[in-house]
């Protein structure tokens, strides 16, 4: 069983992060194609995956539906299908990136979208601040925007994209205008809050459904997983949206730690997708992008992936100028 599910997903993967504020100028000035695949090829990666929106909602492919959401300081306009293309030319698997529940550019423009929890408030941070914890309400407008997105990114990448990993679909329970209309049509008791819980956790699974549904009507051998930070009981109703799970588990995070992905994996394998483990290269958490994780620690990790069955992934976070760090993939190379 081990030896058949490490085939068939690439076994050593790299996260690429690149959620980028759009007050950063020169956005991969530096690129180099060439020198970007030879990176991960010397340092034994087979699979990569790439940004084409962030959570700061910025898109990094010539958008033709949303050019307003292009990164206001992309020097390569055509960076998502120059990655692509020089990782493939280098036979390394490229699955994309889209982020779902987060997003700071449709955040501020759409209030209307936003998940609302009882007596109004928005979900996540105040606006006042900095970063892109808003959450947005799939059952809104926000719906048709995503699969608008979603199409032309399938488009753009001739229509055979390697796959998908669909960031931040958590059940968040919601009290919305277009929550609480599905809701009251459907007789539920608003101020019950299990009933409330329950109504959101359909709704990701409607979701997860039409979406996966979409994906594979274009390309049947598209890759598609959906992260919420875990992999639980609350994943086993939709587990047949997914074509594999991606167990994100950094244990230098208080989120994580180094209890959770030992269970987490004995759990996921009763699910019987194929299971890829997630840790990160960083000191401590996602954004960490100047740190190192030290050698033996990393080794831990990944050889611990192994010994329950599962693929491996590394998360790295790409400088804003597209420049990959040559010691984040000497220390990955090692591994």
């Known amino acids: 069983m081990t030896d058949i599910m490490i085939k068939q997903l690439p076994s050593r993967q790299v996260h690429l992060d690149f959620h980028t504020s759009g007050y950063i100028s020169g956005i991969a000035s530096e690129f180099d194609p060439e020198s970007f695949a030879k990176t991960f090829a010397e340092a034994h990666v087979n699979s990569v995956t790439l940004f084409a929106r962030c959570h700061h909602g910025y898109i990094y492919y010539p958008s ?8 206001p300081h992309l020097q390569r306009p055509d960076l998502l299908k120059e990655q692509v293309d020089a990782l493939h030319a280098a036979g390394i698997n490229a699955p994309v990136y889209i982020t779902i529940q987060w997003d700071r550019f449709t955040a501020e423009r759409h209030p209307e979208w936003l998940i609302r929890k009882n007596g109004g408030a928005h979900e996540g941070s105040s606006f006042l601040e900095p970063g892109f914890y808003q959450s947005l309400c799939v059952n809104t407008g926000y719906r048709d925007f995503l699969k608008t997105q979603i199409l032309e990114t399938i488009e753009y990448l001739d229509n055979k994209p390697d796959g998908f990993f669909f960031d931040i679909t958590g059940i968040r329970p919601c009290l919305c205008s277009a929550c609480r209309t599905l809701m009251k049509a459907q007789g539920l008791d608003m101020t019950d809050d299990e009933a409330v819980r329950n109504f959101a956790a359909e709704t990701m699974i409607k979701y997860k459904t039409e979406l996966s549904a979409i994906v594979r009507a274009v390309n049947a051998d598209c890759t598609i997983f959906y992260n919420a930070g875990h992999i639980g009981p609350c994943t086993a109703a939709s587990a047949d949206t997914y074509s594999h799970f991606e167990m994100e588990s950094l244990p230098g995070e208080e989120q994580w730690g180094y209890l959770h992905f030992p269970v987490t994996a004995r759990y996921a394998r009763t699910l019987k997708n194929d299971n890829l483990g ?18 033996a620690s990393l080794e831990f990790e990944c050889f611990r992936m192994l010994s329950y069955g599962v693929a491996s992934s590394i998360g790295d976070q790409l400088e804003p100028c597209g420049k990959l760090n040559p010691a984040t993939y000497k220390l990955i190379g090692n591994i």
């Open 64 to 71: 033709k539906a949303f050019p307003e959401r292009i990164h």
């Open 278 to 295: 997630m840790t990160g290269k960083f000191h401590t958490s996602w954004g960490d992008f100047h740190s190192l994780k030290n050698l």
